[in-house]
């Protein structure tokens, strides 16, 4: 892959997609003393950049090939793309969509594609759906296009950080890539180690899916054992081999970013800068909160990289969030089968700010005592270990449900 390749795809995607803005991000800069600048991919058709990648592939499909028709595995973005390209250029396609893909992408995908797409939903995974696509295009010979593991993909991927820096109208000090399959990582290490090395390029990945630092690790793309498939954007059991012999080669700095943090980002997104931004979305300024080493004051470039956000899945990230900032907890409580028990728990254990957000209760008429389960709410972190005193100090039996608890995740 090289620049000249990123560079053809800009010129073809001017035609029909337009530039997404960057802008100063006057909180992540105050947070952490950068100047971060932030690329709106979220505001692209589809709202992700995904749609750079398919429409630079389906345009450069033979007459025949587009006869044939298309077929295409995604978590939902990459599927939008398709769905962008097909309708605009009238090719047909069928789509294959794993089933923890969030309704809201699905029916987009649908709107998007029109008549020319076919909405397949099938496996629990990226990696199912990419299997059925794969056995789909054998069976039929339409053209797979890949989401991330294809030359054409990564080139019109990584005419984002391309656009960006154009924009910015100097060289930034280091971007902020988020990672999945790899082929937004392997699109702009191609563009910036041609025209400007000295800039750091960071990838930044789900910790539960750290599926392109396992390949390094091991040398070769390798399944992730145990995915967490929340970041469904970026949830890749295995990353692209397109993708990995770019990194392998160039080696940029890769970081895991807890899901937590995604979460909380995501609603500081929401609330403070009203930005709507999908997990993957946030991947990039939720990484500026770990160690990365950025010298005070520079420049740094973090891509908003999708905002398909459903909006039934806020409940679990205002808790995810809760739990990884220590303010949500869970505690196993034998209370006495008593009149008054559960009022004496509250003004014995409870902080002024404190709340009980979840009291699950199961009374046994022939025990003296009777299990439930108790979650609260902290008006901060730093209220922990005074209400964990609190509760020693009183006679009931309190077992705390720790987070690598099966019960635990059961709740959240």
């Known amino acids: 892959m090289r620049a000249a390749e990123v560079d053809a ?26 100047d971060v600048r932030i690329k709106r991919e979220d505001l692209t058709p589809v709202r992700s950049y995904k749609v750079r990648g398919a429409y630079n592939f389906v345009c450069r499909l033979s007459d025949e090939e587009r006869g044939r028709g298309v077929v295409c595995a995604s978590a939902g973005n990459h599927a939008q793309g398709v769905a962008f390209a097909c309708e605009a250029l009238g090719v047909t396609a069928r789509v294959y969509l794993p089933r923890t893909t969030p309704r809201q992408k699905r029916e987009r995908v649908a709107k998007f594609g029109g008549r020319h797409v076919e909405v397949i939903v099938h496996g629990d995974t990226y990696d199912d759906a990419d299997a059925a696509a794969r056995a789909h295009a054998a069976e039929t010979g339409r053209t797979l296009i890949p989401a991330f593991d294809d030359p054409r993909t990564i080139a019109g991927q990584g005419t984002v950080i391309r656009e960006a820096v154009e924009q910015l109208g100097k060289v930034p000090d280091a971007v902020v890539v988020p990672v999945g399959g790899g082929g937004l990582l392997a699109g702009t290490l191609a563009w910036l180690r041609e025209t400007h090395p000295e800039v750091r390029v960071i990838g930044a990945e789900p910790q539960g899916a750290a599926s392109m630092a396992l390949a390094l690790d091991r040398g070769e793309p390798s399944p992730v054992d145990d995915l967490d498939p929340f970041v469904d954007g970026a949830a890749v059991r295995v990353v692209g081999r397109h993708p990995f012999a770019a990194v392998a080669e160039h080696r940029p700095e890769l970081v895991a970013v807890p899901e937590g943090r995604i979460c909380v980002e995501m609603l500081d997104l929401y609330q403070s800068d009203g930005i709507i931004s999908e997990p993957a979305g946030a991947l990039s300024p939720a990484a500026l909160g770990q160690d990365l080493g950025l010298e005070p004051g520079s420049t740094v470039v973090c891509l908003i990289s999708g905002g398909n956000n459903d909006v039934s899945r806020y409940a679990e990230i205002v808790e995810r969030a809760l739990v990884f900032e220590g303010r949500k907890h869970y505690f196993l409580v034998e209370f006495p089968q008593e009149p008054g028990a559960l009022r004496r728990f509250l003004d014995d254990v409870l902080g002024p700010d404190d709340d009980i957000a979840l009291f699950e209760y199961v009374k046994r008429n022939n025990r003296e005592t009777g299990p439930a389960l108790v979650g609260i709410e902290l008006g901060a972190a730093e209220d922990l270990e005074p209400m964990l005193k609190r509760m020693d100090a009183i006679p009931h039996r309190i077992q705390p449900v720790p987070p690598d608890s099966p019960l635990f995740h059961f709740l959240v």
């Open 9 to 34: 795809a800009a010129e073809l995607l001017a035609e029909t997609i337009p530039p997404t803005p960057l802008h100063r991000a006057d909180r992540l800069s105050a947070r952490h003393g950068l």
